[in-house]
């Protein structure tokens, strides 16, 4: 199954009947993006004339996608390659006796402008253009190229994933041998100073107690810098990261928790670090974890 991106655009346009007072065929144009959201949050920006639609282009909507922030524009194209429709005389004599009969009763209403003629005479004369057969078909035609745009922006984001999960991995591979040997010789430092710090003591008896004394508190001491464990559940997380980029489908909330996850972990290694050497490493695995949490976010 293809994982998909939030992001994408489509535009498409096609003849639609004529135009309700023009001469020659309409235009009808519909574009759609989205950008990333938590939710599916559409946003209709329609022509006056497309307004009755609003509905049934949320429902189109709805049925294809799932998360994003979507916006979708309906327009009419008026261009000049489409001339204007005189009016009949006919149209225009109910016009005239129409606004005649208004300022009988109305002596301040204004008189008919040439573009009031125009678009009233238009639509006396010719019956109304059904967009809706136009609409329907525009609109499904977007949705499909829109999905196909945020299906290749899903294939590049999935590589780019893929790629820094097998970085982390390689960072954790660096990581791991150092674990036991920083163990080992950090409880020996310890040793070393508790030894120096009982020179010169008076110490007379029970040496055999402050030694074992002296071996717990390595042993604690060594546990708290210990992040074989976080090492672990990182390389857990990274296989199912790994195990979900190769699923597919609505991934993008589980993508989202686990590079949460990641990052927790990578700070904690960071924090336990008692070397150069793995805070460093911590360092890198921050930038990458970074890296996937931007991309991650526009994933459905």
Do not use: C
């Not at 235009?27 to 559409?42: A, C, H, T």
């Not at 524009?73 to 005239?96: F, G, M, N, V």
């Not at 960072?171 to 040997?181: G, I, N, S, T």
């Not at 609505?250 to 972990?265: A, N, P, T, Y």
């Amino acid at each position: 199954m293809a994982v998909y991106s939030m992001t994408g655009y489509a535009g498409v346009q096609q003849q639609a009947g004529p135009l309700t007072g023009h001469e020659g065929a309409g235009r009808l144009g519909l574009e759609i993006r989205s950008v990333n959201s938590r939710f599916l949050d559409v946003t209709l920006r329609l022509a006056d004339e497309l307004r009755g639609h609003e509905a049934m282009l949320r429902t189109a909507v709805g049925a294809v996608l799932k998360r994003g922030k979507v916006e979708l524009r309906a327009y009419i194209d008026t261009s000049a390659e489409i001339s204007l429709r005189a009016p009949a005389p006919d149209a225009l004599q109910r016009l005239a006796a129409v606004q005649a009969h208004v300022r009988a009763w109305l002596p301040d209403a204004p008189a008919l402008t040439v573009a009031d003629a125009l678009r009233l005479g238009g639509q006396m004369a010719a019956p109304q253009t059904d967009w809706k057969p136009a609409l329907q078909e525009l609109a499904s035609k977007a949705l499909a190229d829109l999905t196909a745009a945020r299906e290749r922006e899903g294939a590049r984001l999935v590589a780019m994933l893929r790629d820094r999960v097998e970085q982390l991995r390689q960072l954790a591979d660096r990581a791991e041998p150092l674990v036991p040997e920083l163990v080992r010789q950090q409880r020996q430092r310890f040793l070393e100073r508790w030894e120096q710090a009982l020179q010169g003591a008076l110490v007379a008896s029970a040496p055999q107690a402050i030694q074992e004394r002296a071996l717990a508190e390595a042993a604690a001491y060594a546990l708290r810098i210990d992040v074989a464990e976080e090492i672990t559940r990182l390389r857990s997380h990274l296989q199912e990261i790994a195990r979900l980029l190769g699923q597919g489908g609505e991934i993008g909330k589980r993508l989202d928790f686990l590079i949460q996850e990641l990052h927790r972990e990578a700070n904690t290694l960071g924090s336990k670090s008692a070397s150069i050497e793995l805070t460093r490493i911590s360092v890198d695995m921050k930038v990458l974890i970074e890296q996937m949490r931007e991309q991650v976010q526009n994933i459905e």
